[in-house]
């Protein structure tokens, strides 16, 4: 029997994580992957955060680079696993949790490895669950290779001639300059072409010290200026997008439509002779997996900064869980100092209810 049980071993477990050690809690981490930092590790193999080092430091142990230096993804695995070492922290890998269910006040999590008991639950598996493509991908010649951003590495990926990258986001962008940068082959784009861009330093001083200063990453979601910001559009950063859709072989055609076997319909032009597709179009949250959870219209659990409507469930490392913050790896500090303070407060450790019954018999 656990006191906690925490699902997800990357940035949001492992900073709920420290203060469950703090407090000498009985927990276990589990994570579906084969090793520390595999969630970063599957990604695209250029990538790098947009936060300097001296902004991702998690809770009691700062990340090993210089200031100014900005991490790549196999930095930011590596430090997750100092991270783990550095505190003993207990993670049981190769786990996927498939159900997670409560009743007479324990939950029961049915994984790959068998069922687990505990008292409380943190989810922090982040809001990367299920790659989305348009329902028309399905309608495209098998002869295109297709490939969802998730499982995009680099370019020699793709088979010779024309490539397709949709989604106008950060991904979308580093992965469209990537690939025109490797070839003379056409690359076609759609995506928002009038996004805001911002540069990762402004005037010799980070972006993010900027966003510090300004107060920019402490709005509440819920107050008036936090609202404009989460509903708006999201700038794309450090990424000089003029230049990208610029250049000869960078042929913006505006938003897809349909498809039809070899033909992709977009709002500017029929494009006929594709070889690759990347479909860098984000992702869609599964929570149906915890029996009983309350959503909101985005699919989203309601919770009340990371605390749920069930009992013993929480939450960390959503997006806007709380602040735009909550989404940086240096942020999501604050949000598990709140639940962290919110648990030392409301729940009794498994030995201190032994020992109350004890004297109660």
């Known amino acids: 029997m656990y006191d906690f049980i925490v699902v997800g071993a990357a940035q949001a477990g492992l900073s709920m994580a420290y203060h469950l050690k703090k407090q000498n809690r009985k927990f276990l981490i589990l994570d579906k992957e084969d090793e520390i930092g595999a969630s970063w590790l599957n990604r695209w193999d250029s990538l790098k955060l947009f936060t300097p080092t001296e902004f991702n ?16 993804k196999y930095e930011v695995a590596d430090y997750f696993k100092a991270y783990v070492n550095k505190f003993n922290l207990p993670v049981q890998l190769q786990t996927l949790v498939k159900k997670i269910e409560k009743a007479e006040g324990l939950f029961c999590l049915k994984t790959s490895q068998g069922h687990l008991y505990t008292k409380n639950v943190i989810i922090g598996t982040g809001p990367f669950h299920i790659p989305y493509t348009p329902a028309f991908y399905n309608k495209i010649n098998p002869g295109v290779t297709q490939m969802h951003s998730n499982y995009y590495k680099n370019p020699s990926q793709l088979d010779e001639g024309n490539t397709l990258v949709v989604g106008g986001g950060d991904s979308g962008y580093q992965i469209l300059d990537e ?125 009340q900064q990371g ?47 032994k020992e109350l019954a004890l004297d109660t018999y």
């Open 307 to 353: 605390i749920s409507n069930m009992k013993g469930l929480f939450f960390i490392g959503l997006p806007w869980l709380h602040t735009r913050g909550s989404a940086t790896l240096g942020g999501i500090k604050k949000d598990a100092a709140y639940l962290a303070s919110y648990i030392s407060e409301n729940i009794p450790k498994l030995q201190q209810e």
């Open 57 to 72: 430091h998690l809770e009691g142990f700062e990340f090993p680079a210089p200031k100014g230096h900005y991490p790549t």
């Open 179 to 303: 690939i025109s940068s490797s070839t003379t082959n056409k690359v076609y784009f759609s995506g928002d072409t009038s996004v805001k861009t911002l540069p990762q330093e402004i005037f010799g001083k980070t972006l993010w010290w900027w966003f510090t200063k300004f107060g920019y990453l402490s709005f509440s979601k819920n107050s008036w200026i936090g609202k404009k910001i989460s509903q708006g559009k999201q700038p794309v950063i450090g990424t000089d997008v003029k230049e990208i859709l610029s250049r000869k072989n960078v042929v913006p055609v505006g938003h897809c439509l349909d498809a039809e076997k070899q033909t992709i319909y977009t709002e500017k032009k029929e494009i006929k002779d594709l070889t690759n597709i990347i479909w860098a179009t984000g992702y869609r949250p599964n929570f149906s997996w915890i029996k009983g959870l309350e959503l909101d219209k985005d699919h989203y659990p309601i919770h």
